[in-house]
Nanobody, 111 residues
Framework: QVHLVESGGGLVQPGGSLRLSCAVS????????VAWHRQPPGKLREWVAT???????NYSDSVKGRFAISRDNAKNMVFLHMNSLKPEDTAVYYC?????WGQGTQVTVSS
């Protein structure tokens, strides 16, 4: 059974925006902190942002001020709003909750 499913990735030009979505199974969404991580090509996976059950966000320094994480508790969804995208944001983006990972969604920032 798949518990986390990401969507919304794609190709965008530098300075553009994307919104990633993560659908989370209700069995692990409730009372769970949800995080986004990313893995740039040829590099290790890194933490991007976290949101608590009450909606408090936290961000890595590399995305602070450009990305925003939010959650819709009624729909068991978490979003990552990405603005002012840079080529170095190119990565596979993963949703993480309850010690489980999604399959990832590719984001490519290129002109």
């Amino acid at each position: 059974q798949v518990h986390l499913v990401e969507s919304g990735g794609g190709l965008v030009q530098p300075g553009g925006s994307l919104r990633l979505s993560c659908a989370v199974s209700s069995s692990i969404f409730k009372n769970k902190v949800v995080a986004w991580h990313r893995q740039p090509p040829g590099k290790l996976r890194e933490w991007v942002a976290t949101i608590t059950t009450s909606g408090s966000p936290n961000y890595s320094d590399s995305v602070k001020g450009r990305f925003a994480i939010s959650r819709d508790n009624a729909k068991n969804m978490v979003f990552l709003h990405m603005n002012s995208l840079k080529p170095e944001d190119t990565a596979v983006y993963y949703c993480y909750a309850g010690e489980e990972w999604g399959q990832g969604t590719q984001v490519t920032v290129s002109s």
